[in-house]
């Protein structure tokens, strides 16, 4: 079974640019969808968008064009940003992959452990 | 764009049945996906393609999905079911992942 986590910085300042990035492991990130997706405090899952291991992506598009997700095949890995971040974007950031791989992404499979962001300044 | 609605809450007692509804617009043509969240971890699949169970989930987690409604059924609720559930349905004219809001099961 894949491993997934996450690094990256867990406080980001207020108009900043929030980068993760996930790191897979026991299989290759070829064949499959992965997505960002994030947990505010007390709240329900956001999911932000996914990228094919080709480098085709889909955004939420409630972000409006701050989100871009970017895949590096090589190292197996692929990240996060979001720009001009507020305190609304504090969440736990989970990475994850789609079960299949063909036509659109399905079921989450496997994920990662979760991290924490905080935006303050 | 699609919006999924489940109950924010649900308590049973220990032996009952847990019912967690998903609703949808038209929601029985789409395949609906259940996760199961503990306190402090991520997310785990319970049910996918709304009544299939992965490897090492008890038979006591179905699911069924008709109408406008999906539904993930909890027989014989045991105090470790107690936890946050999210359905999950895929999008297909926007191409995106729609959760719904997540319902927090307390075992009393």
């Known amino acids: 079974q894949v491993q997934l986590q996450e690094s990256g910085p867990g406080l980001v300042k207020p108009s900043e640019t929030l980068s993760l990035t996930c790191i897979v492991s026991g299989g290759s990130i070829s064949s499959y969808y992965w997505s960002w997706i994030r947990q505010p405090p007390g709240k329900g899952l956001e999911w932000l968008g996914y990228?094919?291991?080709?480098?085709?992506?889909n955004y939420n598009l409630s972000l409006k064009g701050r989100v871009t997700i970017s895949v590096d095949t090589s190292r197996d890995q692929f990240s996060l940003k979001l720009t001009s971040v507020t305190a609304a974007d504090t969440a736990v950031y989970y990475c994850a992959r789609h079960h299949g791989g063909f036509g659109y992404p399905e079921y989450l499979q496997d994920w990662g452990q979760g991290t924490p962001v905080t935006v303050s300044s | 764009s699609y919006v999924v609605t489940q109950p924010p809450s649900l308590s049973v007692a220990p032996g009952q049945t847990a019912t967690i509804t998903c609703g949808g617009d038209n929601i029985g043509i789409k395949s609906v996906h259940w996760y199961q969240q503990r306190p402090g971890q991520a997310p785990a699949l319970v049910v996918y393609?709304?009544?299939d169970r992965p490897s090492g989930i008890p038979e006591r987690f179905s699911g069924s999905n008709s109408g406008n409604t999906a539904t993930l059924t909890i027989s014989r609720v045991e105090a470790g079911d107690e936890a946050d559930y999210h359905c999950?349905?895929?999008?297909?004219?926007?191409?995106?992942?729609?959760f719904g809001g997540g319902t927090k099961l307390t075992v009393l």
């Open positions: 999950h349905v895929w999008e297909s004219s926007n191409d995106h992942v729609i």
């Open positions: 393609n709304d009544n």
């Open positions: 990228i094919y291991y080709s480098g085709r992506t």
